[in-house]
């Protein structure tokens, strides 16, 4: 069974720099996408950015320029380096992982991040 643990949340001063790990534990496809959604209060949940198995990345617009997602194959672990942080990123944040020949989902537990104005 497959499980994410994220880590890296936390409070920020607007401007400031965060960043989030998603560790994957047990045998997981190597076709995949590792990705991260936020969540915001009363808002939908969101794609922030995606990573293929490939290196391929896909961002959302609010995120493109300021956040990197990165990925480190031998340790199952991707990455979402925020920088430039805006009290608008203020969410919950979850690692999601798609593996393409099963076509399987797994959600993280989700991490809080507070940007203060």
């Known amino acids: 069974q497959v499980q994410l643990v994220e880590s890296g949340g936390g409070l920020v001063q607007a401007g400031g720099s965060l960043r989030l790990s998603c560790a994957a534990s047990?045998?997981?496809?190597?076709?995949?996408?590792m990705g991260w959604y936020r969540q915001a209060p009363g808002k939908q949940r969101e794609l922030v950015a995606v990573?293929?198995?490939?290196?391929?990345?896909n961002y959302a617009d609010s995120a493109k320029g300021r956040f990197t997602i990165s990925r480190d194959n031998a340790k199952n672990t991707w990455y979402l380096q925020m920088n430039s942080l805006k009290p608008e990123d203020t969410a919950v944040y979850y690692c999601?992982?798609?593996?393409?020949?099963?076509?399987?989902?797994?959600w993280g537990q989700g991490t809080q991040v507070t940007v203060s104005s």
């Open positions: 999601h992982l798609f593996e393409t020949p099963t076509y399987s989902n797994y």
């Open positions: 990573i293929n198995s490939g290196g391929s990345t």
């Open positions: 047990g045998s997981i496809f190597r076709l995949n996408a």
